[in-house]
């Protein structure tokens, strides 16, 4: 599928915040992915992520998230020095701006005549904790995260004391989970104590665990593994496919359907 690509800067409680957008040339509406970057914000990486997305039938939109620190159009270099940069962003900026950027997305997504107003999420990294908060808002129907990090420390935001994990009763859509296993960011108490906290909350999602290192579909660097990328790809591309397009029939109120863990 042909594929566009442009951006808008959209008003946050915060100041203006570039947000990329990548959508089917033709035909729609599409459903609406929001794409939630790593520390470096769109790098090429995120936006062939993006593009692999978007050449599927979805209207992703990728926000910068740390543009109050930086100006629009920036990306951090995968080198030490933007390493140390989005790191120390990340604990500078407040835990309610990161929520207030994403119902921003939202609402630019469902104002858009391209977007049906399906909606997912979809993250990695510091994203996949982006994902997961994302998906607490009712519009969100299914949320992808790939080795979010930080949930299981409480440690996103200025403060370092985020109320991720107690808020996990308020994820209602579906939810995909992604981790390595040899992963130094997301240990296994660390995944154990997310899976049990979703699992006591009825949520419904599915938890995959994967032979792999953190930044595992990052297709730049030597962690990169393109056969888990593949799978985890098509993992995300079937929950969308599912909730987003074909619209799956909800669980019965007070029978959320089991997660399956593999790995």
């Not at 599912?242 to 593999?262: H, N, Q, V």
């Amino acid at each position: 599928m042909l594929i566009k690509e442009d951006h808008a800067d959209i008003a946050t409680p915060n100041g203006p915040m570039r947000v990329h957008r990548f959508q089917p040339a033709g035909g729609g509406p599409h459903p609406g992915v929001v794409l939630f970057s790593e520390i470096f914000q769109v790098t090429g990486p995120i936006q062939r992520t993006a593009r692999r997305l978007a050449s599927h039938g979805y209207l992703v939109a990728a926000p910068e998230v740390y543009h109050e620190f930086e100006p629009a159009g920036c990306a951090l270099a995968y080198d030490k020095d933007g390493t140390d940069k989005g790191n120390r962003y990340k604990i500078e900026k407040d835990l309610a701006a990161y929520d207030a950027d994403a119902r921003a997305v939202i609402a630019h997504l469902k104002s858009l005549p391209q977007c049906n107003g399906r909606l997912g999420s979809f993250g990695v990294c510091l994203g996949g904790h982006l994902s997961f908060r994302c998906a607490m808002n009712p519009e969100i129907l299914a949320g992808v995260c790939l080795y979010a990090t930080d949930i299981h420390k409480r440690s996103l935001g200025k403060g370092l004391r985020d109320d991720s994990l107690d808020r996990i009763p308020a994820l209602s859509g579906e939810m995909l989970m992604i981790f390595g296993k040899q992963d130094p960011h997301v240990p296994q108490a660390g995944r154990d104590l997310i899976y049990k906290a979703m699992t006591e909350a009825g949520v419904n999602f599915t938890w995959h665990e994967f032979n792999a290192q953190h930044a595992l579909i990052r297709d730049e660097g030597p962690r990169y593994d393109a056969a888990l990328a593949d799978i985890c790809y098509a993992l995300a591309l079937e929950l969308f496919d599912r909730r987003l397009r074909s619209g799956c029939l909800e669980a019965p109120a007070g029978a959320a359907p089991a997660p399956l863990k593999l790995g």
